[in-house]
């Protein structure tokens, strides 16, 4: 069994900063790719952040330059940074690795942005 453990989240005015936090257990984490989800209210699931093994990482575009995506091996653990934050990045955040053939998702953090 894969667990993905999540942290972090909260309500923070907006050009505020937070930190989410993804430790996984049940699967050798340091060569799986990790990523971050998100899904607001009526919207279906989006892809927000990936980082490989080799510690490559990918932004889709309303995020890039605010969102830092990153890996720490030792810990099993992988962390989103989000900074200048924007009402409409307010949503659950889901942390995400694929393993032994199928998709597992974190149980979620909410991030609420006040305007």
């Known amino acids: 069994q894969v667990y993905l453990v999540q942290s972090g989240g909260g309500l923070v005015p907006a050009g505020g900063s937070l930190r989410l936090s993804c430790t996984a257990s049940?699967?050798?984490?340091?060569?799986?790719?990790m990523a971050w989800y998100r899904q607001a209210p009526g919207e279906q699931r989006e892809w927000v952040a990936s980082?490989?093994?080799?510690?490559?990482?990918n932004y889709t575009d309303s995020v890039k330059a605010r969102f830092t995506i990153s890996r720490e091996n030792s810990r099993n653990t992988v962390f989103l940074f989000m900074t200048s934050l924007k009402p409409e990045d307010s949503s659950v955040y889901y942390c995400?690795?694929?393993?032994?053939?199928?998709?597992?998702w974190g149980r979620g953090s909410q991030v609420t942005v006040s305007s």
């Open positions: 049940g699967i050798n984490f340091k060569i799986h790719t």
């Open positions: 980082i490989t093994s080799s510690g490559a990482t």
């Open positions: 995400n690795t694929l393993s032994r053939g199928r998709t597992w």
